[in-house]
């Protein structure tokens, strides 16, 4: 892919030979803006081919100002997946007793109203080669699809999963960020149709798991147990 804009145009000095003022903004807003307009290009094009000039110039911004709060672009790369993360892992967080897949269909519309609020966040986050994903930016990702994991199992009331079962949520939740991309990339199935199908995918795939072993046939029968109460 190649690079995008390569070096920010420079401004044009206004009427007397004065620049255009900038927006006066917070630290911290200006922090989001520009972490902002970064997702918004990582989304769209591999790490390594968008520049501080780039970032600059979609937040209206210095590349002197980007360096300043940044460092650097590998600074502004994780700073801004990490913004995205926590914004999901947010979305995450418990938010009811009920029955488990009650709340798993709860859980993924929360995912989704993140998938649809912040897409550009989302698309950076899991979007890359294997070159992106080691070390820190590794991590951040690692770090929402752990907590996505031990939602999955409390929902469940299963303290422990068992290697057959741990390997299954982690297949479903993988189906689940393809899906997301998918979703961003197509919207051509209406969200609540998607949702209920994942939820559907994810009791065929106990049913398939639950064929070699006890732990999940248990589970399998309580799930839907309780869903006939």
Same mark, same amino acid.
């Given at each position: 892919?190649?690079?995008?804009?390569?070096?920010?145009?420079?401004?044009?000095?206004?009427?007397?030979?004065?620049?255009?003022?900038?927006?006066?903004?917070?630290?911290?807003?200006?922090?989001?803006?520009?972490?902002?307009?970064?997702?918004?290009?990582?989304?769209?094009?591999?790490?390594?081919?968008?520049?501080?000039?780039?970032?600059?110039?979609?937040?209206?911004?210095?590349?002197?100002?980007?360096?300043?709060?940044?460092?650097?672009?590998?600074?502004?790369?994780?700073?801004?997946?990490?913004?995205?993360?926590?914004?999901?892992?947010?979305?995450? /967080?418990?938010?009811?007793?009920? /029955?488990?897949?009650?709340?798993?269909?709860?859980?993924?519309?929360?995912?989704?109203?993140?998938?649809?609020?912040?897409?550009?966040?989302?698309?950076?986050?899991?979007?890359?080669?294997?070159?992106? /994903?080691?070390?820190? #930016?590794?991590? #951040?990702?690692?770090?929402?699809?752990?907590?996505?994991?031990?939602? #999955?199992?409390?929902?469940?009331?299963?303290?422990?999963?068992?290697?057959?079962?741990?390997?299954?949520?982690?297949?479903?939740?993988?189906?689940?960020?393809?899906?997301?991309?998918?979703?961003?990339?197509?919207?051509?199935?209406?969200?609540?149709?998607?949702?209920?199908?994942?939820?559907?995918?994810?009791?065929?795939?106990?049913?398939?798991?639950?064929?070699?072993?006890?732990?999940?046939?248990?589970?399998?029968?309580?799930?839907?147990?309780?869903?006939?109460?």
């Amino acid at each position: 892919m190649g690079s995008t804009s390569g070096a920010a145009k420079q401004e044009k000095p206004a009427a007397g030979g004065a620049r255009p003022a900038r927006r006066r903004l917070s630290v911290d807003r200006r922090r989001e803006e520009l972490m902002a307009a970064a997702l918004e290009l990582f989304s769209k094009h591999d790490a390594e081919d968008v520049s501080i000039d780039d970032v600059a110039s979609a937040a209206g911004a210095s590349r002197a100002l980007v360096y300043h709060y940044f460092g650097g672009k590998q600074e502004l790369y994780v700073a801004a997946l990490k913004s995205a993360a926590t914004q999901l892992e947010e979305r995450l /967080r418990p938010q009811g007793n009920g /029955r488990p897949l009650d709340e798993l269909a709860l859980g993924l519309g929360r995912y989704f109203d993140f998938v649809e609020e912040h897409a550009a966040g989302f698309a950076a986050l899991l979007k890359g080669g294997p070159a992106n /994903r080691s070390g820190e #930016i590794g991590e #951040i990702v690692d770090s929402v699809r752990h907590r996505l994991f031990n939602l #999955i199992t409390r929902q469940m009331r299963v303290e422990e999963p068992g290697p057959t079962l741990r390997m299954t949520l982690r297949s479903w939740i993988a189906s689940v960020e393809t899906a997301g991309l998918d979703w961003l990339e197509h919207r051509d199935i209406e969200r609540p149709v998607l949702e209920r199908m994942l939820v559907d995918h994810m009791v065929a795939l106990l049913g398939v798991a639950a064929s070699h072993a006890p732990e999940v046939e248990d589970l399998l029968q309580e799930l839907v147990r309780d869903q006939l109460l």
